[in-house]
DNA sequence: ATACTAGTTAGGAATAATTCTCATTTAATA
DNA sequence: TATTAAATGAGAATTATTCCTAACTAGTAT
């Protein structure tokens, strides 16, 4: 996603192009991991140090209104967020704690005729996200590493 | 389940029956809603007023631990938790936050086969739950109503 | 029935994530 | 350049959850 495209799809959701959603966009963009508030703060200060904590959650709640990102939680008591759109599911590892996109077109249709045919009483289905619970055979670096 | 069936239950996993535990356990099982901490503690203040909001968090990890009830995944910042432990999927309505138990063992059959023909590497799944996101074309009472 | 003890609880203090407040600054627009 | 609604920084406040520890109690042994 070049710069122009950045500023064009903030300005085009109402919002002001500041350096601050930018920092934070790339912050996103950069960690893709589902990071924290926190360790998007990490990645932001580097660059611009007195980027404040609350200024950061306000951003973040914006994008999350805006269809920018969306929030992920876990057992955790802590928030993620997740800046990938595109329709994907999640590897939860028990072990260490990190979430995988897990993206499955094949699946994907299945579920979508599954569920055409099969409808739930009294609800409509925006969306359906697998939580897949397990653990990963030898375990992903965490970080960067 | 009987009073003597949950006294086995809890002194089979090595909890000691406390007035305590058997209060909260029994408003999970009244509730069931997916309740929170502070929805349990109201629930059992009326019989118990001064069991302390610490026990009942104490209690409630204990019970996740011994696999007793099950922390689930929204994105709010505040942990339910979940008695209900044959395997079922959840309802997540965007309009009230209530969020359903969906039972659907076809469907759990169609994912088995799946993902036992369909591998994903590196990873080992323990369970599969899923996420379904919507509205109630009209919605449920939130509470006891 | 009584004593013992490891496990549990009450109550309050502490912590950590998140939200709020508001004076100051700034991006967009004219 | 002037205007203004929106955004930010700094720190206080709030909220869910955890921690601490002295007092208590369920289960077991005597
Ligand atoms: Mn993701
Ligand atoms: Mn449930
Ligand atoms: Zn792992
Ligand atoms: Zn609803």
Do not use: W
Request: glycine share 4%; charged share 30%; net charge negative.
């Amino acid at each position: 996603m070049s710069y122009s495209e950045i500023v064009d799809m903030l300005s085009g959701k109402g919002l002001k192009v500041t350096p601050q959603r930018l920092a934070v966009l790339e912050a996103l963009m950069t960690i893709k991991d589902h990071p924290t508030a926190d360790a998007v703060k990490e990645y932001v200060r580097r660059s611009n140090p007195n980027l404040a904590i609350g200024t950061i959650y306000n951003i973040l709640e914006t994008f999350c209104e805006k269809g920018i990102i969306k929030k992920i939680k876990t057992d955790k008591d802590f928030m993620q967020y997740d800046i990938e759109m595109h329709k994907h599911h999640h590897l939860y590892c028990e072990q260490c704690d990190y979430i995988e996109n897990y993206y499955d077109e094949e699946l994907d249709k299945m579920l979508q005729e599954y569920f055409d045919k099969k409808q739930i009483p009294n609800f409509n289905i925006k969306e359906i996200n697998l939580q897949i619970i397990g653990n990963y055979k030898n375990h992903k670096p965490t970080k960067n590493s």
